[in-house]
Protein backbone atom coordinates (compact mmCIF):
# COMPACT_ATOMS: atom_id res chain seq x y z
CA UNK A 1 0.00 0.00 0.00
CA UNK A 2 1.55 3.40 -1.06
CA UNK A 3 2.41 5.77 1.93
CA UNK A 4 0.43 8.82 0.69
CA UNK A 5 1.40 11.04 3.29
CA UNK A 6 5.29 10.60 2.82
CA UNK A 7 6.99 13.64 2.59
CA UNK A 8 7.75 14.42 -0.44
CA UNK A 9 11.57 15.33 -1.34
CA UNK A 10 11.97 19.49 -0.55
CA UNK A 11 11.18 21.44 -3.98
CA UNK A 12 11.98 25.42 -3.78
CA UNK A 13 9.16 27.99 -2.81
CA UNK A 14 6.50 28.01 -5.40
CA UNK A 15 7.31 24.50 -7.16
CA UNK A 16 3.91 22.06 -7.91
CA UNK A 17 5.01 18.75 -7.89
CA UNK A 18 1.75 15.97 -9.19
CA UNK A 19 1.41 14.06 -6.66
CA UNK A 20 3.61 10.79 -5.67
CA UNK A 21 0.74 8.32 -6.65
CA UNK A 22 -0.80 6.60 -9.25
CA UNK A 23 -4.55 7.11 -9.11
CA UNK A 24 -7.17 4.03 -10.62
CA UNK A 25 -8.45 4.34 -13.64
CA UNK A 26 -11.97 5.34 -13.61
CA UNK A 27 -14.32 4.71 -16.20
CA UNK A 28 -15.65 8.10 -17.61
CA UNK A 29 -13.61 10.36 -15.35
CA UNK A 30 -10.39 10.83 -14.02
CA UNK A 31 -8.90 12.00 -10.40
CA UNK A 32 -6.07 13.38 -9.76
CA UNK A 33 -3.68 15.57 -7.01
CA UNK A 34 -0.90 17.95 -6.92
CA UNK A 35 0.81 19.37 -3.51
CA UNK A 36 2.88 23.01 -3.48
CA UNK A 37 5.98 23.16 -1.43
CA UNK A 38 6.73 21.25 1.15
CA UNK A 39 4.50 18.99 2.76
CA UNK A 40 5.46 19.05 6.96
CA UNK A 41 1.68 18.56 7.91
CA UNK A 42 -0.96 16.33 7.99
CA UNK A 43 -2.60 16.42 4.55
CA UNK A 44 -3.09 12.76 3.16
CA UNK A 45 -5.23 11.66 0.08
CA UNK A 46 -6.12 8.29 -1.31
CA UNK A 47 -8.19 6.94 -4.03
CA UNK A 48 -8.70 3.41 -5.03
CA UNK A 49 -11.52 1.02 -6.55
CA UNK A 50 -14.21 -0.31 -4.40
CA UNK A 51 -15.89 -2.51 -6.24
CA UNK A 52 -16.68 -2.75 -10.22
CA UNK A 53 -17.97 0.41 -10.65
CA UNK A 54 -17.50 2.78 -8.01
CA UNK A 55 -14.06 4.67 -6.75
CA UNK A 56 -13.62 5.76 -3.05
CA UNK A 57 -11.53 8.58 -2.40
CA UNK A 58 -10.88 11.24 0.46
CA UNK A 59 -8.52 14.43 1.39
CA UNK A 60 -8.06 14.70 5.21
CA UNK A 61 -6.03 16.41 7.26
CA UNK A 62 -4.81 14.69 10.55
CA UNK A 63 -4.25 17.99 12.99
CA UNK A 64 -0.12 18.29 14.02
CA UNK A 65 3.30 17.82 12.20
CA UNK A 66 3.86 14.96 9.90
CA UNK A 67 7.22 13.91 11.87
CA UNK A 68 5.09 13.49 14.87
CA UNK A 69 2.07 12.31 14.14
CA UNK A 70 3.38 9.76 11.76
CA UNK A 71 1.72 6.69 13.73
CA UNK A 72 -2.16 8.35 13.56
CA UNK A 73 -1.05 9.07 10.15
CA UNK A 74 -0.88 5.67 10.01
CA UNK A 75 -3.37 4.17 11.15
CA UNK A 76 -6.35 6.41 9.47
CA UNK A 77 -4.72 5.30 6.23
CA UNK A 78 -4.97 1.66 7.05
CA UNK A 79 -8.24 2.02 8.59
CA UNK A 80 -9.82 3.87 5.80
CA UNK A 81 -8.18 1.14 3.09
CA UNK A 82 -9.96 -1.32 5.16
CA UNK A 83 -13.08 0.27 5.84
CA UNK A 84 -13.37 1.02 2.04
CA UNK A 85 -12.83 -2.13 0.85
CA UNK A 86 -15.22 -3.65 3.59
CA UNK A 87 -18.08 -1.23 3.56
CA UNK A 88 -18.60 0.03 -0.62
CA UNK A 89 -17.27 -3.18 -2.36
CA UNK A 90 -20.54 -5.11 -2.70
CA UNK A 91 -22.70 -3.77 -5.96
CA UNK A 92 -26.19 -3.32 -3.61
CA UNK A 93 -24.81 -1.35 -1.06
CA UNK A 94 -26.69 1.80 0.54
CA UNK A 95 -23.53 4.24 -0.61
CA UNK A 96 -25.14 6.55 2.05
CA UNK A 97 -25.45 4.53 5.50
CA UNK A 98 -21.83 2.88 4.14
CA UNK A 99 -20.33 6.83 3.91
CA UNK A 100 -21.68 7.06 7.22
CA UNK A 101 -20.33 4.06 9.17
CA UNK A 102 -17.00 5.03 7.56
CA UNK A 103 -16.89 8.19 9.52
CA UNK A 104 -17.67 6.56 12.06
CA UNK A 105 -15.35 4.17 12.86
CA UNK A 106 -12.46 6.01 11.17
CA UNK A 107 -13.41 8.83 14.29
CA UNK A 108 -13.26 6.01 16.32
CA UNK A 109 -10.02 4.76 14.86
CA UNK A 110 -8.49 8.23 15.34
CA UNK A 111 -9.14 8.99 19.18
CA UNK A 112 -8.11 5.46 19.74
CA UNK A 113 -4.25 6.04 18.39
CA UNK A 114 -4.25 9.41 20.01
CA UNK A 115 -5.45 8.54 23.32
CA UNK A 116 -8.03 11.22 23.21
CA UNK A 117 -8.93 14.43 21.06
CA UNK A 118 -7.26 14.51 17.60
CA UNK A 119 -8.90 16.65 15.09
CA UNK A 120 -8.76 15.21 11.32
CA UNK A 121 -11.04 17.72 9.12
CA UNK A 122 -11.93 15.27 6.51
CA UNK A 123 -13.85 14.75 2.52
CA UNK A 124 -14.29 11.62 1.67
CA UNK A 125 -16.07 10.64 -1.24
CA UNK A 126 -17.69 7.32 -3.59
CA UNK A 127 -17.93 8.07 -7.36
CA UNK A 128 -20.16 5.87 -9.12
CA UNK A 129 -18.81 4.91 -12.89
CA UNK A 130 -22.34 3.91 -14.00
CA UNK A 131 -24.64 6.61 -12.86
CA UNK A 132 -22.36 9.18 -12.71
CA UNK A 133 -23.10 10.38 -9.06
CA UNK A 134 -21.13 11.39 -5.62
CA UNK A 135 -21.65 10.16 -2.30
CA UNK A 136 -19.99 12.42 0.24
CA UNK A 137 -19.22 13.67 3.39
CA UNK A 138 -17.53 16.80 4.65
CA UNK A 139 -16.05 16.65 8.02
CA UNK A 140 -15.18 20.26 8.92
CA UNK A 141 -12.97 20.09 6.07
CA UNK A 142 -12.28 22.67 2.83
CA UNK A 143 -16.01 22.94 1.37
CA UNK A 144 -15.30 21.00 -1.83
CA UNK A 145 -15.89 23.13 -5.05
CA UNK A 146 -18.01 21.41 -7.70
CA UNK A 147 -18.54 23.00 -11.77
CA UNK A 148 -20.89 22.34 -13.89
CA UNK A 149 -23.07 24.02 -16.34
CA UNK A 150 -24.88 26.13 -13.25
CA UNK A 151 -21.61 27.58 -12.08
CA UNK A 152 -19.49 26.31 -8.82
CA UNK A 153 -21.28 25.44 -5.60
CA UNK A 154 -19.91 24.64 -2.50
CA UNK A 155 -20.10 21.04 -0.96
CA UNK A 156 -20.33 22.05 2.50
CA UNK A 157 -19.32 20.72 5.83
CA UNK A 158 -22.03 17.78 6.80
CA UNK A 159 -20.63 17.15 10.47
CA UNK A 160 -17.65 17.78 12.31
CA UNK A 161 -14.30 16.99 11.83
CA UNK A 162 -13.18 13.71 13.10
CA UNK A 163 -11.38 12.51 16.46
CA UNK A 164 -13.28 15.28 18.56
CA UNK A 165 -15.83 13.63 19.91
CA UNK A 166 -16.51 9.80 20.04
CA UNK A 167 -20.57 9.70 19.56
CA UNK A 168 -20.17 12.38 17.06
CA UNK A 169 -22.29 11.33 13.46
CA UNK A 170 -22.62 12.73 9.83
CA UNK A 171 -24.66 13.16 6.62
CA UNK A 172 -23.69 11.61 3.34
CA UNK A 173 -25.63 13.33 0.63
CA UNK A 174 -25.46 12.19 -2.93
CA UNK A 175 -25.23 14.74 -5.96
CA UNK A 176 -25.00 14.06 -9.60
CA UNK A 177 -21.88 14.69 -11.63
CA UNK A 178 -22.67 15.80 -15.21
CA UNK A 179 -20.80 15.20 -18.12
CA UNK A 180 -17.43 18.17 -17.91
CA UNK A 181 -18.26 18.76 -14.17
CA UNK A 182 -15.28 19.00 -12.25
CA UNK A 183 -15.03 18.52 -8.41
CA UNK A 184 -12.17 19.94 -6.31
CA UNK A 185 -10.93 19.58 -3.28
CA UNK A 186 -8.65 21.61 -1.36
CA UNK A 187 -6.44 21.63 1.86
CA UNK A 188 -6.84 24.41 4.80
CA UNK A 189 -3.23 25.42 4.00
CA UNK A 190 -4.43 26.70 -0.13
CA UNK A 191 -7.04 29.01 1.64
CA UNK A 192 -6.31 30.01 5.38
CA UNK A 193 -3.62 32.85 6.19
CA UNK A 194 -2.43 35.92 4.90
CA UNK A 195 -1.13 33.93 2.30
CA UNK A 196 -4.16 33.59 0.89
CA UNK A 197 -5.89 37.46 1.79
CA UNK A 198 -2.93 39.14 2.68
CA UNK A 199 -4.91 40.60 5.41
CA UNK A 200 -5.61 38.64 8.65
CA UNK A 201 -6.46 34.69 9.23
CA UNK A 202 -9.93 34.36 7.51
CA UNK A 203 -10.38 31.24 4.84
CA UNK A 204 -13.52 32.53 3.39
CA UNK A 205 -11.32 34.91 1.25
CA UNK A 206 -9.20 32.58 -0.05
CA UNK A 207 -11.87 30.00 -0.67
CA UNK A 208 -14.02 33.04 -2.70
CA UNK A 209 -10.57 32.93 -4.87
CA UNK A 210 -10.78 29.37 -5.19
CA UNK A 211 -13.99 29.08 -6.74
CA UNK A 212 -13.07 32.15 -8.99
CA UNK A 213 -10.39 30.28 -10.43
CA UNK A 214 -12.08 26.89 -10.98
CA UNK A 215 -15.28 28.89 -12.49
CA UNK A 216 -12.53 30.43 -15.38
CA UNK A 217 -10.10 27.62 -15.00
CA UNK A 218 -10.08 26.04 -18.60
CA UNK A 219 -7.70 23.00 -17.83
CA UNK A 220 -8.55 19.32 -20.03
CA UNK A 221 -7.42 17.52 -16.98
CA UNK A 222 -7.96 16.66 -13.77
CA UNK A 223 -3.16 17.35 -12.81
CA UNK A 224 -3.61 20.05 -14.80
CA UNK A 225 -6.45 21.68 -13.23
CA UNK A 226 -4.59 20.82 -9.69
CA UNK A 227 -1.64 22.54 -10.77
CA UNK A 228 -3.21 25.39 -12.11
CA UNK A 229 -5.73 25.84 -9.37
CA UNK A 230 -2.25 25.55 -6.19
CA UNK A 231 -0.20 27.47 -8.86
CA UNK A 232 -2.75 30.69 -8.97
CA UNK A 233 -3.32 30.27 -5.05
CA UNK A 234 0.29 29.67 -4.21
CA UNK A 235 1.57 32.89 -5.82
CA UNK A 236 -1.30 35.53 -3.92
CA UNK A 237 -0.14 38.30 -2.65
CA UNK A 238 1.15 37.94 1.22
CA UNK A 239 3.69 36.25 3.30
CA UNK A 240 2.59 32.77 5.54
CA UNK A 241 3.86 33.16 9.19
CA UNK A 242 3.66 29.20 9.59
CA UNK A 243 4.52 27.18 6.62
CA UNK A 244 1.05 24.44 5.68
CA UNK A 245 0.21 21.70 3.50
CA UNK A 246 -1.00 22.84 -0.03
CA UNK A 247 -2.70 19.99 -1.24
CA UNK A 248 -5.18 20.02 -4.58
CA UNK A 249 -7.31 16.84 -5.30
CA UNK A 250 -9.53 16.77 -8.21
CA UNK A 251 -12.25 14.72 -9.80
CA UNK A 252 -13.21 15.40 -13.79
CA UNK A 253 -15.99 13.49 -15.55
CA UNK A 254 -15.06 12.91 -19.22
CA UNK A 255 -17.84 10.98 -20.81
Known amino acids: MCALFESAPLQPVG ?3 PAPFTFP ?3 GAEIAAAIYRNRVAGDFYDCFRVGTE ?3 FGL ?3 AGR ?4 RRILDATQKTFRSLGTELFSSPDINESDAMVQICIRLNHKIMEEAGGVHSCPAFIGCY ?5 TLCYTNAGHTPGLLRDGAGVVELASTGLPLGLFSHATCDAPTVAIEKEAALLLVSRGAVEGKARDGDGDDAEPGLARAKELLQSDRSQSAQALC ?3 LHELGEAPGEQLVPEDM ?3 ALVRTA
Not at 66 to 69: E, I, V
Open 227 to 229: TSI
Open 15 to 17: SIE
Open 247 to 249: TAL
Open 60 to 62: LDV
Open 128 to 132: HERFG
Open 66 to 69: ADTN
Open 25 to 27: KIA
Open 54 to 56: RAL
